[in-house]
């Protein structure tokens, strides 16, 4: 008996990991690639270009500390190459930097001279995604023989008049895209768990 209690919450806690790593988890993007974050060979305009960023991503930014480090900077500091006062600084040769906010992030190496030889990466962050647009409601539709503007109906209100056409309800929630991977995963484990869970 202990054997099948303890079978029954090993499944249960695997299913948990499983929903909670897909909702939770986000892109991660190596600066510079294989290259990493350096003052050479690195087109970091165009880097940023084919990529794109959402709420929920992560930067990893690998260089040598003894020569670089990583200054996360405002708008007009980037465009000067301005180390002073970051909004964040990082210096371990092999940062991670969690997105957490829409909107335009920038970054320069403080290292006097390299964001103006080109160690500096601008990137704009989308917000995370909502998944399937929700379909409009549609309005009431009225008769081709209605006037303008017509007078209301004594039966408007009345509960008989329940006719689709005039039922009106909130759209529906916006799910993430997160959320429907973790049902999407979440349905085909329990499934595939079924016959587990049938033979104790």
């Known amino acids: ?7 029954s919450l090993f499944a249960f806690l695997m299913i948990l990991v499983v929903l909670f790593g897909a909702a939770v988890g986000g892109t991660v993007h190596k600066v510079g690639d294989s290259k990493g974050w ?6 970091y305009e165009a880097w940023a270009s084919s990529r794109t960023f959402q709420v929920g991503d992560s930067l990893v930014f ?3 500390k003894d020569y670089h480090n990583v200054n996360e900077v405002t708008p007009n500091n980037f465009e000067l190459c301005v180390q002073s006062n ?3 600084k990082y210096e371990t040769g092999s940062d991670t930097v969690t997105l957490t906010k829409a909107g335009v992030h920038n970054f320069i190496c403080g290292v006097p001279d390299h964001c103006s030889i080109g160690q500096k990466l ?3 962050v989308l917000p995370a995604s909502l998944g399937p647009v929700a379909a ?3 309005r009431p539709v009225r008769s081709p023989n209605s006037s303008l503007s017509p007078s209301p109906s004594p039966l408007a209100n009345s509960p008989v008049n329940n006719d689709p056409r005039y039922l009106m309800g909130p759209a529906p929630a916006p799910h993430s895209a997160a959320s429907n991977a973790s049902s999407w995963i979440g349905s085909y484990f329990l499934i ?6 049938i033979l104790f």
């Not at 350096?38 to 087109?43: I, R």
């Open 86 to 88: 970051p909004l964040e």
């Open 136 to 138: 409009p409601v549609p």
């Open 38 to 43: 350096t003052m050479m060979g690195v087109d």
């Open 192 to 197: 595939s768990l079924l016959p587990f869970f």
């Open 122 to 124: 601008q990137i704009v």
């Open 62 to 64: 690998e260089y040598n």
């Open 1 to 7: 008996m202990a054997l099948i209690k303890n079978k």
